[in-house]
């Protein structure tokens, strides 16, 4: 028995390679990723001029030291 990455229940892989259940628990990852995808898109659109960009930099620097305190 394995138990299914999308939602959790336990099923018998078809093969070992198995990871989900079910075509629809296929779909709903599928989904999932291409949701992902799109919002780091959005993110990266949002930054038209350098300034933004630099912007962007200096943010991702602050969670980082954040993090590393
Ligand atoms: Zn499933």
Do not use: W, Y
Request: net charge positive; aromatic share 6%; charged share 20%.
């Amino acid at each position: 028995m394995k138990q299914c990455r999308v939602c959790q229940c336990d099923f018998e892989p078809s093969h070992n390679g198995n990871f989900l259940c079910s075509n629809t628990c296929a779909v709903r990852l599928f989904t999932a990723r291409q949701k992902v995808r799109l919002s780091i898109k959005a993110a990266l659109k949002a930054l038209k001029t350098p300034e933004d960009v630099n912007n962007f930099n200096l943010s991702l620097t602050t969670i980082i030291e954040k993090v590393a305190q």
